[in-house]
């Protein structure tokens, strides 16, 4: 846990009716690299890193948020249960969640308020709150009669609400806010919150009485850059005077937004996840604990990277003993594929082998939806049509179907049985629920999580020696049930598969250290059966995994976006040949591995679905301003179309830059990935390279096969695992 330090003395720097006035000054503060924020008084969270973030108001003393916990999700009709009120306090840049009241029917919100303040001895500082929180006028009452006079207030207030003004304004002194927002005189400031420096718009709209108060200051702000009133302007009135003082006042404003990223940043950036609360101390079954690293964005999965390099070097002089168990007997690993989609996994394992001729057979691949079956079928095909997989080597029937019918899984696991035991069960259950992208379905009552324990049915049922299952990393947080918070998904699968026999080895892979031109971290669970003959001492910290073979640590640089796609023809906007000429550069080949092995099987002298989606010229506009590397902030001016631009994730309208891996690839052309050097948004071929797909491979759009169904193409990629990630799985899973 990094150290909390004490804030900075601070002055009273405020107007209020009755009290001596202190102008905002520009103070200094100490940086303090660590947060430590609780959900509740009893879960703590680790450390995360706020650079910044308080250094503008730091000399106002502690900053005292009150908010209530999913107040967003309730008004929206998603949330149900008693509602929460929590206070944080921001000190320096470390901020911290002190107590928690539950907002009981009939309890007071005010009362509720203050007797969080009361608990937390705020004496000093800035009180920050909504009025969806609590009721601005009640609040300001209160701390006016019963606060301290060195404890001030920054209150959002409704802007269509009517306030009567000190000043009129065309004859005009009682109007909502939002009236005077129209001509207000905007300055541009530069805030600093959690998700780093951003670019906003402020405004001093006069004096104003709020209740009973007079002479407070209103202003308003625009996280997101655009001038005049809509959705997403924030309305402050505040006891501190104004001076010079606008951009401290927006800074305050904008924590009644900024602590629920903040709260959400630190759920999800903890540094580990702890151990199966239910699995007791006297726990046998040698199943991994949950002890993970969250690799939370790329910067802290560099830093994740540089600290493990030397450990990995370690690692690698001590090798496992592994002992070819599985083929023994027989040199072709029969592999039953779930939750398929464009068969990534699969992929990845028929394109694995050894120098003695062990490899894989797909004996059934399992996918609900038609399209996606199609893709399968078309590939398969195509491998054994190239000499790219022998020919018995994938299913003899493609299908659509329902993993959770009993029925189908029954049929599936007698396609398998026709060549012999299953081996190894392969799948990704859907994600949807789990996942960080999907903001408005990450939730633990979203159905496509039951889709997990229909995979556990099936590795009940075909009894595997092996097993691999992929998710990403919210399966790691997201709660089961609502009921039970405590119990994770991926904790509830370590104990179902430890009830089965299974020593499970859960671990966050990056598709980056296996030779994948993209930073893509998701986690994967290796299940080996105990009648296999290991244990878990027998892989070491590392695990049953394959060691990294690009980055720190390693004999090999990461692969770059220039590496992957810079041979490509050069396209516009829109442009949808499906087939075009492509001439092979012998030079280039021999000195890019990345680039052989796209190009291994793939047809001479064309290129398949180098085709790009058409946007509109305003998003075209956009994308000339942003330089490699940035993202929707550059062009934050231009964003007139998004209600609450700060809330955008930091991967949309993000241009790739040509020495580097590119950020993950999830639907490239909803998120708006540009290419590094030219106006326009990612080709299909472009985006499948980046998740090692080779050139070979092509996505089906249409239920028959046919040609169109870019959309459908573009979401099976999204969906998609990285080949070059589960051909390393596979090839050391052949060593087992």
């Given amino acids: 846990m990094g150290q909390q330090l004490p804030c900075p003395g601070a002055v009273a720097p ?80 470390v901020l911290t969640a002190l107590h928690e009241q539950e907002l009981a029917q009939g309890a007071s919100r005010i009362d509720t308020a203050m007797s969080l303040l009361e608990e937390a001895k705020a004496r000093s500082g800035v009180v920050v709150c909504s009025f969806r929180t609590v009721a601005a006028a009640q609040l300001v009452d209160r701390l006016e009669t019963n606060g301290s006079p060195t404890l001030h207030y920054v209150v959002e207030v409704d802007p269509t609400r009517r306030v009567e003004f000190a000043r009129a304004r065309d004859g005009v002194r009682t109007s909502p806010p939002k009236e005077r927002v129209e001509n207000a005189s905007w300055q541009q400031i530069n805030l600093s919150g959690p998700a780093g420096g951003s670019e906003c718009y402020a405004a001093n709209l006069g004096k104003a009485a709020l209740g009973d108060v007079e002479e407070l200051t209103c202003f308003a702000l625009s996280i997101g850059g655009i001038k005049g009133y809509q959705r997403g302007i924030l309305v402050g009135m505040t006891s501190l005077s104004l001076d010079d003082g606008l951009k401290k006042l927006a800074q305050l404003l904008a924590w009644t937004r900024w602590v629920r990223l903040a709260a959400r940043r630190a759920k999800r950036e903890r540094s580990a996840v702890a151990a199966v609360s239910s699995r007791g101390p006297d726990a046998t079954d040698g199943t991994a604990p949950l002890n993970i690293l969250v690799r939370a964005n790329r910067k802290i999965a560099a830093g994740h990277d540089a600290k493990a390099a030397s450990q990995r070097s370690q690692l690698f002089d001590q090798p496992m003993q592994l002992k070819r168990r599985l083929t023994a007997d027989k040199k072709t690993l029969n592999v039953v594929e779930l939750f398929a989609g464009a068969g990534g996994m699969g992929v990845g394992f028929l394109s694995a082998g050894t120098a003695d001729g062990r490899g894989y057979r797909i004996a059934g691949s399992a996918e609900i939806h038609p399209i996606y079956t199609q893709t ?44 012999g035991d299953v081996d ?141 796609i810079a041979d490509l023809p050069k396209l516009g906007n829109g442009d949808s040949l499906a087939e075009r000429p492509y001439e092979e550069n012998p030079a280039l080949l021999q000195q890019n591995a990345f680039l052989r092995a796209m190009r291994i099987g793939a047809p001479k002298g064309i290129i398949w679905d180098h085709v790009t989606s058409r946007h509109a010229e305003y998003v075209i506009e956009r994308y000339k301003g942003i330089g490699q590397g940035q993202n929707w902030q550059a062009v934050r001016d231009l964003m007139t179309n998004y209600a609450d631009v700060e809330r955008t994730h930091s991967n949309i309208y993000r241009r790739l830059a040509w020495s580097e891996p590119a950020i993950t690839i999830g639907h490239y052309r909803k998120s708006m990935i540009i290419h590094p050097a030219q106006h326009r948004g990612l080709s299909l071929r472009e985006a499948a390279r980046l998740q090692s797909f080779p050139d070979w491979f092509r996505f089906a759009g249409t239920p028959s096969g046919g040609e169109g169904g870019l959309m459908h193409k573009q979401q099976q990629l999204a969906n998609a695992v990285c080949p070059s990630v589960t051909k390393a799985v596979a090839e050391f899973i052949l060593e087992l």
């Fill in 424 to 564: 190894v069960l392969i799948g990704g259950p859907p994600c949807q629920g789990f996942s960080s992208a999907n903001r408005n379905s990450w939730s633990s009552s979203n159905p496509n999580n039951r889709l997990v324990d229909a995979f556990l049915d099936c590795v009940q049922q075909m009894a595997p020696k092996v097993l691999l299952m992929e998710n990403v990393q919210g399966i790691l947080w997201t709660p089961r049930e609502d009921s039970d918070p405590d119990l994770s998904v991926a904790a509830h699968v370590l104990e179902r598969l430890g009830s089965m026999g299974y020593l499970v080895f859960p671990k966050l892979l990056d598709a980056v250290w296996y030779g994948a031109p993209q930073n893509r971290n998701r986690f994967f669970l290796l299940g080996i059966h105990k009648d296999v003959g290991y244990s878990q001492e027998d892989f070491g910290k590392w695990g049953p995994f394959p060691k990294p073979t690009h980055g720190p640590g390693t004999t090999n640089a990461f692969v770059t976006v220039r590496d992957a």
């Fill in 376 to 419: 399968l079928k078309l590939n398969h095909a195509y491998m054994q049509k190239a000499g790219l997989t022998p020919a018995d080597a994938t299913p003899a029937e493609y299908a659509p179907m329902d993993l959770c019918s009993d029925k189908v899984r029954a049929r599936l696991g007698a396609m398998a049985k026709e060549y």
């Fill in 14 to 93: 405020s107007v209020r009716s009755g009290r001596s006035a202190t102008p905002l000054t520009d103070g200094r503060s100490v940086n303090v690299m660590s947060l430590e924020l609780t959900t509740t008084p009893d879960l703590a969270f680790d450390s995360q890193i706020l650079t910044g973030a308080g250094t503008a108001t730091a000399d106002l003393g502690p900053v005292w948020i009150l908010e209530e916990v999913a107040g967003h999700l309730r008004a929206q009709g998603r949330k149900t249960g008693t509602p929460r009120m929590r206070l944080y306090r921001l000190g320096g840049d």
